[in-house]
């Protein structure tokens, strides 16, 4: 355009251009844009543009599609989640070479265990000393299956066959260390000589961590006064650790949390309505964990009967211990057959070290284009899950750190 030398003139002139720009649509206020995925640095997003002394043209603003973030999981076993970007990739990591294992072993503690948990002692023993199978960044802790009046912990729950002195017994819906056990010894002396190792002071120790005795740890916190308990509810003292520690993790971040139950009954144990009835689902115990705790997964195993009085005089009505493990894919074995502790402890161990490749979804699985694994395409993989919104993987080693990238069509 040529330049005007009247002022007057120029002004009219480009007034008449907006006002017929405005008219028929071909300038749009910027309201019609998407909003950027972040919000602008305090001071900068409420700031006034200044007018332009010129008027570019200007093109139509294309629509922006909003790629979906994946929304948190509320349950587990771990489905692997991953990255999304801008330009509809996802990207997930698999694989650990030494995963970090939390193993946390729930011990009926009444009169008729007492063989049995020698033989899972010297089955722990003869495996540490023998061959370590476990993970480097692996700890160990143990509990009772002894459960607390829902509205106060320091007293023993509804079922439970009362002792003097019982609620101090170490494990009780707590971990075992030597402050307890010493503490029960003090306190309750007629029950002091089924304790005779002093035990360590961690809750939490390592599989080959001894006390100043030399004896292994697990076998300190897993010794049992063995009395009379009646109600035997592992499930429900495992529940009720959540809620006695409220608002504390009691495992650590991204741990593999693998719970082991050993009895010769299953929870309740006695016969018992309410215990039956208010048993928790596996749901309900996973959401419960994850409220304090940032764990990677969550399996449940069982040294337990398969029939009711098969190899003792424990009744039950229903396998309460094998439906978690079924639940969480863990290992489970008849105490009524079991004749080698050592060989399942091993299975459980190489079991708990395992997270399957199931990796969500945040686009339609209709929409992937690619599956690189460490950028090599990969043809072995599925859609999974009750949604179909999940993709597994078939073929990785659980024990190699792996980078994969779904590639899904931009459209």
Known sequence: MRNVSDRGFRSFFWAGLLLCACSDNGFKPASNQAAPAEKAPPGEGNQVPEPPTSLPPREPTPPTTTVPTPEPLSQLPAVITGTVDEQRFQSFKYGEPNPKVDYLFVLDNSSSMKQILQQVQLGFASLVQN??????????????????????FTKTGEGVAVYTG????????????KASIVNYKAKVSTQANNWPIIGCNKKWFAPTDKDEMGNFCFTGATQSTNSSLNAEAGIHAFSQLFQKFKGKPLFRTGARVNVIFVSDTHDPGADL????????TYQKLMSAALVDNKIAALTFHAIAPKTSKDCSAESFTTTSYYTLVDASKGEKTDICTLADYGAFLSRMIARSKIVEPVFQLSLPPDKILQVLVNGQES???EIV???KDQLRINGLDPLKSVDIKVVFDPK
Do not use: C, R, Y
């Open 131 to 152: 061959n370590n199978v476990f993970s480097p960044d692996s700890q160990v802790a143990v509990m009772s299956t002894m459960i607390a009046n829902p509205n106060d």
């Open 166 to 177: 019982i609620e101090l017994e170490p494990g009780f819906i707590d971990f075992v260390d």
């Open 273 to 280: 309505p309410n215990l039956v009835t208010t048993l928790p």
């Open 379 to 381: 043809k072995a993989f």
């Open 385 to 387: 899950g009750e949604k």
